[in-house]
């Protein structure tokens, strides 16, 4: 029962993909790794492999893995994006996340109506498939026109009081000089 545990969400990338170098060696596409032809069934097997399948799918948002970021504190740890959690990376821990309550709770609070439309979508968009790059870019350039077009528009707040010097000189008064004649009338008015 253990071992059947432990195989679970083993394979949830695929098996690596190989490109013949000649003399009888192979290079893994997605480490870079080269070997003999005869230990490409034990390299797809080994951690170093399944590590390198991994990064490669998260860098290039592969579902299920485009959910998740690489940790920047450690070469062994992935960040989920949904909900901010930090797991192992190994294909049973990934699995098991995605499997877990707390992913799927936050998966359907996000989904059922919790997070607006449009953060609906995106999230539906990671988990289904992989985010393209022109999306991406959309979003970058749809972001920078809205920053542009709201510093376009700010108003420009000079007012008549404003001085040359760059001072501020609070509202509702035309200066310190025209208050205190005022007061001076209203004080000769109550003497005489």
Same mark, same amino acid.
């Given at each position: ?10 394979g949830? /990338?695929?098996?690596?993909?190989f490109?013949?170098?000649g003399?009888g %060696? $192979?290079r =893994?596409?997605?480490? @870079?790794?080269e ?6 069934g034990?390299?797809g097997?080994?951690k170093?492999c399944?590590?390198g ?7 290039q948002?592969?579902?299920p /893995?485009n ?6 504190l450690?070469r062994? %740890? $992935?960040i =989920?994006?949904?909900t @901010?959690?930090?797991i ?10 995605i499997?877990?309550?707390r992913?799927l709770n ?5 989904e059922s109506?919790?997070g607006?439309?449009?953060?609906k ?6 988990v289904i498939?992989?985010c393209s790059?022109n999306?991406?870019k959309e979003e970058k350039e ?6 542009i077009?709201?510093?376009?528009e ?6 008549d009081?404003?001085d040359?010097?760059?001072?501020w000189v609070p509202p509702g008064?035309t ?5 205190s004649?005022?007061?001076e009338?209203?004080t ?5």
């Amino acid at each position: 029962m253990a071992i059947a545990e432990r195989k679970e969400g083993r394979g949830l /990338l695929g098996e690596p993909t190989f490109i013949d170098v000649g003399n009888g %060696k $192979l290079r =893994c596409v997605e480490t @870079g790794h080269e070997l003999p032809a005869e230990e490409a069934g034990s390299y797809g097997r080994s951690k170093r492999c399944r590590s390198g399948l991994i990064d490669a799918a998260v860098l290039q948002s592969k579902p299920p /893995l485009n959910v998740f970021k690489l940790d920047p504190l450690s070469r062994s %740890k $992935l960040i =989920c994006k949904l909900t @901010g959690d930090t797991i192992n990376k190994t294909e049973e821990h990934i699995w098991k996340h995605i499997n877990g309550k707390r992913f799927l709770n936050k998966l359907e609070l996000t989904e059922s109506g919790a997070g607006n439309e449009r953060r609906k979508d995106k999230l539906r968009a990671m988990v289904i498939r992989p985010c393209s790059e022109n999306i991406i870019k959309e979003e970058k350039e749809k972001g920078i026109a809205e920053l542009i077009s709201e510093i376009r528009e700010a108003p420009e707040d000079k007012s008549d009081t404003d001085d040359d010097d760059g001072f501020w000189v609070p509202p509702g008064g035309t200066g310190s000089g025209a208050s205190s004649d005022s007061e001076e009338d209203t004080t000769h008015e109550q003497k005489g």
